[in-house]
């Protein structure tokens, strides 16, 4: 039998009165889909990362070698993981056609290919390091419906007749809809929400206010980063693909490792402690010159060094491991925490709970050093160890050990068009915990001319700078470098992110008509 219409209604059971193997492909490609939208929704109701697309990534991320992930992220910057998760779903689909053309040949065959899918999901969810067994059943419950389409095709014989075949697609493939928008209807309201303990967490007042800037805090030039980044502007990096869902009741930080005596935290327990509110930039080590991985926020928190003290942490514990409920991990050498600099668990971020992305219900902020050494989000372990005994996640993948930031500057307007006449260049500067005491522009050969700076209140934070340039029309480069808090200006020295973050001065081409 190939395509068309079968008017002898009897079941048909031999293999030449089957449909044709491109049809069964497609079977079984619409019953994968489908199935794995269904796992996305069991997900969804109760543990968000044990979804088969996050678990699968998350297992991929982990394994691949580093040469593997650096490759993926300056291939596609931030688009890796939408990428990586196309690739998985293709992955499924293909699998899907294999479990249908395998169906067709033998049930048992075709039974086997969706459960070794199933289990493989299902493997990946139980040994994510926050996922306990149940985290199994979202996968399970993809290969059992996708098993049972396919039963379905297989018994009832949709396949016989083309209103038979557009039915069962039909079914699947609502199904499969049906669920992508429950789960994401589920992950914003449902049970399994971490948004609602978010929201109904009140920030509470620090018992030590950040310092005022003052009026010129913020230049307010068209174009320019604001001095404070807007938590929804604020950048992210993550290994995790979701975002952990931690619940704040039963999270516990645990001190431990090379101290005198173990101790653990409730999120009670942070927050009737002294809390400390700070406006810190953050960067990240794979920002480019001129790129735009940094941002600077008011964070509120507790003295990380005051909450290892009562630790009695050994002296000869040099690295001070941080992990995250994912299982990331970052080194962050131990006598930078303790050389007064404020060093905070975070639990705020300008003026709002910590958002879910940026590490709720608690993340390490250190002023000075990169997120990667030093930012965990999702925190719920401090480890007292050496730097001989322990590589963090980034470490093991052979970025560098922690250095104090490189000074930057970046051009933020103009960025590649102007009117002749007068035009306000401006941008922003940052050497963390050294601070920003001059910044100047170049224009073409010129003469490296000094800027106006914004007011700050501490060397924590980023500094922005503005000029008045008389514009000739023509092409011109515009170039900045700055100076650190310590007098040392700038090397325009071009260094890779990789392994200890980008050095070099940004310039910008600008046509002035
Ligand atoms: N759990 C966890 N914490 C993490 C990371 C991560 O991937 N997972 N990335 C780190 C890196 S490399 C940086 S630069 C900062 C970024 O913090 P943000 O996403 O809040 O901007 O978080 C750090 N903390
Ligand atoms: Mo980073």
Redesign the pocket.
Known sequence: MEDGIVTDHTVPDTEAERAPARAWALAGLVAALSGLAVGQLAAALFAPRAAPLSAISDVVIAASPPQVTQWGIETFGTADKPLLQAGIIVAVAVAGMLAGIAWRAARTAGAAVAALLALAGAAAAVTRPDLGPAAALPSLAAGLWAAGCLHWWDTRRPERDASGRRRFLAVAVAVGAGAVAASLLARRFGPGSVEADREAFTVPEPDLPAAEPGPGADLDVEGLAPWRTPNADFYR?DTAITSPAVDVDTWRLRVHGMVGRTRTYTFDDLLGRELVERDITLC???NPVGGD?VGNARWLGVSLAELLAEAEPDPGADQLVSRSVDGFTAGTPTAMVFDGRDALIAVGMNGEPLPVDHGWPARLVVPGL???VSATKWLTELELTTFDAYDPYWIERDWGLPEPVHTASRIDTPRSGADAGTVTVAGVAWAQHRGISAVELKVDDGPWTECELSDVATDDTWRQWRIDWDASSGEHTLTVRATDGDGRVQTDEVAPTKPSGATGLHNVKITVA
């Open positions: 990096i990240c080590v794979s991985l990169y997120g990667y």
